[in-house]
């Protein structure tokens, strides 16, 4: 067998078993064995870049960071769906149908309702093309790259072989609740505050400017519609004439679509399926809040048309959101990573929403006082939609004067040292950088893969070694020894010098990871980046005047305040003193020159940004050549950028520029300003 013939055979393969697992939750074949295919797909298409097809497994994660979506137009709009919460408007639904389509019988489709966010998905010539949110209804944001990242979506379908030349389909973005909790038990791990509910999460997931980090949330998508059709010929008849043909064509191609959906004839037929599944929708895998009732025939949704907001052949139950009674024993106060100390509902377990609950966030001080909480209270608990459920109230009338109003402590409830709440803010913080339920989890963070990405040092390790007392503070870990390490339960040799390997190679990171790891509040990754760039040693940082920080872009005054007391921090100070002599990196890499420029830092105090596709170059290439030559390059157009640099296809930064009347440069004038030239 040839090589190309193999890549043709490993690509079948692949999607072979992504279908298994992500559709039939099956598999044929062991994690390495996938692995190793695609591996060996990997390798060979490396060897033959020319034969790498739009369809290829390895082009899931493809595409590039980008500043903004595109906007893209539904040529069929996406309309909302009417929605009712009784079974006397279910009927009253087909009244409205029968008034429109008199002496018909009524045949219907019914779906549970996936909460998830609604996205249409192009396919042209069978290949995977556009994938986009519905927006307002008429125009959504493109996120083709991050739809693509979505395993369980095939990139090629054979609709050519039904005649279709362009097809449509729609249906829900979603987390499954395996997925999301998994998502928090790594967030957890590294001491990130964990995310509310699957909603929520998946809506921010594909928000994300950076495909590759979509590809990491455990995405899944159903389809459950079609949006616009386009025949080759534009003659042919359409190839399905009722939703129930439409739904079982496309499976059986290998689209995940709606599954637990029941023809039923009349409306009569649909009310029992509201009992039955606002009770089963709980053995479900994901959240469901509803049942999607639509007519079946597409000639009937056609004469019965739409209304300026919504179909009229089809509508919505809502579930009501799920409420239980228990009692607030009592209230416990949990410290992060930042110091945050945030209090938890510890409740009698009760049976709510097909879980067991027993634990509910009450946020802050502020909501607690507000609703006037008492341990002792019995309250009323809601889970709709959340993962997380929350108190609602307490109920007043079953006070009977033993409930213990609750007094907010002035001290940690880990090391005893001072709470402190800043102006503006409504969260209380512990301040004590020592303080031992914070240093587990600014270990956990500072381990984390985007920050010093410590192989090794995972939650448990982190456990063990601060119980032993071997790690007190940062500089601690940098001290291990591997006889102690080899010592702690489930450790050993192999594993306790893997660990040693990896935090020396952690020495070696650049300065920006190492920022975002010491957890400096509001400093994240980017932000990170942002500030190592203007200074050659990361303790400058503490030299910098608040005005100075404030100068440096995209940091506005709380960073700058935040990052400037971290550094002015006598503690800190010491920490980072010691973190340099232990051997970690604290100064940026010099810029060498570049080839063919006489003046390599002829750019420096401009600013800029990039948008568009350029041909020359991809975005990160592009940044690059514009920070080799002391240029920054910042994510948003202002009075203080001096020139958009700007490719294809290029969005609103382009409308901005003009409006702002700041420079835009096209490609060639870009070469000519990276070379030095007018």
């Given amino acids: 067998m040839g090589e190309k013939q193999r890549i043709e055979e490993l690509r079948n393969l692949i999607s072979h078993h992504d279908r298994l697992y992500y559709q039939e939750a099956t598999t044929e074949i062991s994690d390495q064995e996938y692995d190793a295919l695609y591996a060996e797909l990997v390798a060979l298409e490396d060897k033959h870049p020319n034969w790498i097809t739009p369809d290829s497994p390895t082009q899931r994660v493809g595409g590039e960071p980008v500043d903004e979506f595109q906007q893209v137009r539904h040529t069929v709009p996406m309309l909302s769906i009417g929605n009712t919460y009784s079974i006397e408007e279910l009927r009253e639904f087909e009244e409205r149908l029968a008034r429109l389509l008199p002496e018909t019988d009524f045949t219907y489709v019914v779906e549970p309702k996936i909460d998830g966010v609604a996205v249409t998905i192009i396919y042209e010539d069978d290949l995977f093309a556009v994938g986009a949110t519905r927006g307002n209804g008429t125009v959504g944001d493109g996120i083709t790259s991050n739809i693509r990242t979505i395993r369980a979506l095939p990139l090629r379908l054979p609709f050519s072989d039904l005649g279709l030349a362009k097809v449509e389909l729609r249906g829900e973005v979603f987390m499954d609740r395996t997925g999301f909790a998994?998502?928090?038990?790594?967030?957890?791990?590294?001491?990130?505050?964990?995310?509310?509910?699957?909603?929520?999460?998946?809506?921010?997931?594909?928000?994300?400017?950076?495909?590759?980090?979509?590809?990491?949330?455990?995405?899944?998508?159903?389809?459950?519609?079609?949006?616009?059709?386009?025949?080759k010929d534009g003659t042919e008849p359409l190839p399905w004439t009722k939703h129930s043909e439409l739904l079982r064509s496309i499976e059986d191609m290998g689209v995940p679509t709606i599954q637990h959906w029941?023809?039923?004839?009349?409306?009569?037929?649909?009310?029992?399926?509201?009992?039955?599944?606002?009770?089963?929708?709980?053995?479900?895998?994901?959240?469901?809040?509803?049942?999607?009732?639509?007519?079946?025939s597409f000639q009937m949704r056609e004469m019965l048309g739409s209304t300026s907001r919504s179909p009229r052949w089809?509508?919505?139950?809502?579930?009501?959101?799920?409420?239980?009674e228990t009692t607030l024993k009592h209230i416990e106060l949990n410290v992060g990573r930042t110091g945050a100390v945030t209090p938890v509902a510890?409740?009698?377990?009760?049976?709510?929403?097909?879980?067991?609950?027993?634990?509910?966030?009450?946020?802050?001080?502020?909501?607690?006082?507000?609703?006037?909480?008492?341990?002792?209270?019995?309250?009323?608990?809601?889970?709709?939609?959340?993962?997380?459920?929350?108190?609602?109230?307490?109920?007043?009338?079953?006070?009977?004067?033993?409930?213990?109003?609750?007094?907010?402590?002035?001290?940690?409830?880990?090391c005893e040292g001072p709470l402190a709440r800043s102006e503006g803010e409504v969260a209380v913080r512990c301040e004590n950088l020592d303080c031992p339920a914070q240093l587990r989890r600014r270990l956990q963070h500072f381990a984390s893969r985007r920050a010093m990405d410590i192989e090794g040092l995972g939650q448990a390790i982190i456990d063990q070694l601060v119980t032993a007392g071997m790690v007190k503070g940062l500089p601690?870990?940098?001290?291990?020894?591997?006889?102690?390490?080899?010592?702690?339960?489930?450790?050993?040799?192999?594993s306790a010098q893997n660990l040693l390997d990896g935090l020396e190679?952690?020495?070696?990171?650049?300065?920006?990871?190492?920022l975002h790891g010491l957890g400096v509040r509001h400093v994240g990754e980017h932000v990170a980046e942002v500030l190592v760039e203007a200074v050659d040693d990361l303790r400058d940082l503490g030299k910098l005047s608040q005005e100075e920080f404030e100068e440096i872009p995209e940091v506005g005054p709380i960073v700058a305040e935040a990052v400037r007391n971290f550094f002015l921090d006598p503690h800190n100070i010491e920490v980072l003193d010691?973190?340099?002599?232990?051997?970690?990196?604290?100064?940026?890499?010099?810029?060498?020159?570049?080839?063919?420029?006489?003046?390599?830092?002829?750019?420096?105090?401009?600013?800029?940004?990039?948008?568009?596709?350029?041909?020359?170059?991809?975005?990160?290439?592009?940044?690059?050549?514009?920070?080799?030559?002391?240029?920054?390059?910042?994510?948003?157009?202002?009075?203080?950028?001096d020139y958009l640099v700007c490719g294809e296809n290029p969005g609103s930064k382009f409308d901005k520029a003009e409006k702002l009347g700041v420079p835009i440069l096209d490609e060639d004038q870009f070469k000519k300003i990276l070379a030095g030239s007018n």
Avoid at 267 to 289: H, N
């Fill in 182 to 231: 998994e998502l928090n038990r790594k967030r957890e791990e590294e001491g990130e505050e964990l995310y509310a509910n699957p909603r929520n999460t998946t809506s921010g997931s594909l928000k994300l400017l950076d495909p590759k980090q979509v590809a990491e949330r455990p995405l899944r998508v159903a389809i459950h519609s079609f949006g616009e059709l386009v025949m």
């Fill in 262 to 296: 029941e023809v039923c004839k009349g409306i009569e037929s649909v009310i029992p399926l509201v009992d039955v599944w606002s009770k089963r929708r709980f053995e479900l895998g994901y959240e469901t809040d509803g049942l999607v009732v639509k007519v079946e």
């Fill in 314 to 324: 089809l509508i919505a139950y809502k579930f009501p959101a799920e409420q239980a």
């Fill in 346 to 414: 510890i409740l009698e377990p009760v049976l709510l929403a097909g879980t067991t609950v027993s634990r509910a966030t009450l946020h802050n001080a502020d909501e607690i006082a507000r609703k006037d909480l008492r341990e002792g209270d019995h309250v009323l608990i809601e889970k709709g939609g959340e993962i997380i459920p929350k108190v609602l109230a307490p109920l007043l009338e079953k006070r009977d004067g033993s409930q213990i109003p609750f007094e907010y402590p002035t001290t940690c409830p880990s």
């Fill in 476 to 494: 601690d870990l940098y001290r291990l020894e591997h006889d102690p390490l080899a010592d702690l339960e489930r450790m050993g040799e192999k």
């Fill in 505 to 514: 190679k952690s020495k070696s990171n650049p300065p920006a990871s190492l």
């Fill in 578 to 641: 010691q973190l340099s002599e232990l051997g970690l990196n604290f100064k940026k890499p010099q810029v060498e020159a570049v080839v063919g420029v006489t003046h390599p830092k002829h750019l420096d105090g401009l600013q800029f940004v990039v948008t568009g596709t350029l041909s020359g170059y991809s975005r990160d290439e592009a940044k690059a050549q514009i920070k080799n030559r002391g240029g920054r390059v910042t994510g948003s157009v202002t009075k203080k950028t």
